[in-house]
């Protein structure tokens, strides 16, 4: 009996160790598929955070293909969401905006793996160094009386249609922009005497018959100029309607005599660039050329000595046109004519420029969007010889001089459309300046690139659906074949200004593949055509295109950063 006891005791222990058994065995099992969960699920976040960075290395890599995009004249479309631009394991596309004050914004989105990101980048294109300053003198800048400094931008229309009568003569009323890195002085301390000629027409007046005449009929603005000055309406006091950038720790000298718009130092001394020396394939025949009756150049790249334009002789220059001489030299009574209706004007001089006074200087078209001359004098090895540049012409000039080791004064008989820039400015009793704003943007003759203003990341929220996808599996259950990197902007076909390996000017419309591009000696201008508006945008000087090392440093930035 105590036997039997004993067994049905025993028998309850082994039944409650089994139940035992099973809850630990259970609790391990749920502890360890717990812990596979959590490992699992640490796993699928590290996996996440990786796709996410790797986008984010995608999407900024999209952005710098971008702006070499934009540096070449296009407008920074890569792609679209629906046809994406294939990299490596993921895909990325970029859309564009152009701003108003002409920057463009640029928003670049990736997607790898389940990760996704998203960046924006606002820049301003290819900024033009001496276009971007204005009228500027690096040791500074001399203003005389009765001078008249405004702005227009020449890619919306011509000055006439921007400018009005409010202050009692034909100007826009702003877009001025003069500036130093040391101090400005508007000399103003006496105003133009009441009732006597104002000084534009006192140097017409001086002129003969013949002289007048000329003029008269090669600048239309003249006429308009003598017209003011006999109803009494040419402004008698200066007016720099725009902005004054004096440098840093300096000031504007003014006597108050004066409408002067706005102040605004600048923060840091501007760095004046290096210009692109052209390299010229042909030579002009002589050594020295007297021109004493006619003679034009057009649609060439050549090299020569010096260029003397004497009384009655003319120089006509036709762009595109690319002319590299040690000296130039129109005298009185000489006329030089800068045709710029199909294509720019680049004019390197090594030693000196002399307009004298008499000399007529034409820009045909001033007022038209077109591709200006630009005037670049070498500065001296003596740096004590900063006289080297005389400019006295008559006339209408549109375009940039730039002669960083030269004094420049811009005479009173000379209406000037552009910018210009020396290591001392002053501008001549009578003148009238207007800067173009389009010349803030272009690669002509010196090395620019696209310049960053606002770099973001944008949250935004994002299918979940579609992110869950490996993004090239979900392209292709979709029957859709990625873009190339390569060959992924929205414009293909361009319009293209060049120099062949002979010197020679040419012109291609079409694709550009790498065998045209390296039959290209020196692009001159590229303008690229817009899918979405079937127009042609701004032809610019794409960086890169000149020899310089520009754009494979930006390739390697572009390599290092993927």
Not at 323 to 339: A, I, K, P
Not at 422 to 437: I, M, N, P, Q, S
């Amino acid at each position: 009996m105590r036997n039997g006891k004993h067994r049905l005791i025993s028998d309850s222990r082994r039944g409650s160790a089994l139940i035992a058994s099973l809850f630990a065995v259970i609790f391990i099992a749920s502890l360890g598929a717990y812990l596979v969960e959590i490992q699992s699920a640490f796993a699928r976040r590290q996996c996440a955070s990786i796709d996410r960075k790797r986008a984010l290395y995608l999407a900024e890599a999209g952005l710098a293909e971008s702006v070499l995009a934009v540096s070449q004249g296009r407008s920074g479309r890569l792609g679209d969401e629906e046809t994406p631009v294939r990299f490596h394991q993921g895909i990325y596309w970029v859309e564009s905006e152009r701003l108003a004050d002409g920057c463009v914004t640029l928003t670049s989105r990736a997607r790898v793996g389940v990760g996704n990101f998203a960046v924006r980048l606002i820049v301003r294109p290819n900024v033009h160094h001496v276009g971007n300053a204005g009228f500027f003198g690096a040791e500074g800048v001399v203003i005389g009386d009765a001078v008249v400094i405004d702005g227009y931008n020449s890619e919306l229309g011509t000055y006439a249609a921007q400018s009005n009568w409010v202050l009692g003569f034909p100007t826009t009323g702003g877009g001025a922009l003069v500036r130093s890195d040391r101090g400005i002085v508007v000399d103003d301390s006496v105003t133009w005497p009441s009732g006597s000629l104002d000084p534009y027409a006192s140097l017409v007046s001086g002129l003969s018959s013949e002289q007048q005449e000329q003029l008269l009929l090669e600048d239309p603005s003249n006429f308009l100029r003598l017209r003011l000055s006999e109803a009494s309406l040419a402004p008698s006091l200066t007016h720099v309607l725009g902005v004054l950038r004096p440098g840093p720790g300096h000031n504007v000298e003014t006597s108050g005599n004066s409408t002067l718009l706005e102040l605004n130092p600048s923060e840091k001394e501007l760095q004046l660039p290096d210009v692109l020396q052209p390299s010229t394939r042909r030579d002009l025949p002589e050594e020295t050329i007297v021109v004493d009756t006619f003679m034009e150049l057009a649609n060439v790249s050549v090299r020569g000595g010096t260029l003397l334009v004497r009384p009655g002789g003319e120089l006509v220059l036709s762009g595109p046109l690319v002319l590299r001489l040690d000296e130039l030299g129109v005298q009185s009574g000489g006329t030089l004519r800068l045709d710029d209706e199909d294509g720019p004007i680049h004019l390197h001089i090594d030693e000196g420029l002399e307009l004298a006074a008499g000399s007529l200087v034409v820009s045909v078209g001033a007022d038209a969007p077109h591709g200006g001359t630009f005037v670049f004098v070498e500065p001296a090895l003596d740096p004590t010889l900063d006289n080297r540049v005389r400019v006295d012409a008559l006339g209408v000039f549109r375009g940039v001089i730039y002669a960083p080791g030269d004094r420049l004064e811009l005479p009173t008989g000379l209406r000037y459309f552009g910018a210009a820039a020396a290591k001392h400015l002053t501008v001549a009793d009578g003148a009238w300046l207007t800067f173009d704003e389009a010349l803030r943007i272009g690669g002509a003759g010196m090395p620019v690139l696209p310049r960053q203003q606002v770099w973001q990341i944008l949250m935004e929220a994002v299918d979940p659906v579609r992110v869950g996808f490996d993004p090239l599996a979900d392209l292709a259950r979709r029957g859709v074949t990625p873009l190339n990197w390569s060959n992924a902007s929205a414009e293909q076909i361009a319009i293209a200004e060049y120099l062949d390996g002979d010197g020679l000017m040419q012109s291609y419309t079409g694709t550009l593949d790498e065998a045209q591009v390296t039959a290209m000696d020196r692009v001159i201008s590229l303008s690229w055509l817009d899918p979405a508006s079937d127009t042609y945008q701004r032809p610019l000087r794409p960086p890169g295109m000149d020899p310089d090392d520009l754009i494979e440093a930006f390739r390697d930035q572009v390599r290092a950063e993927r």
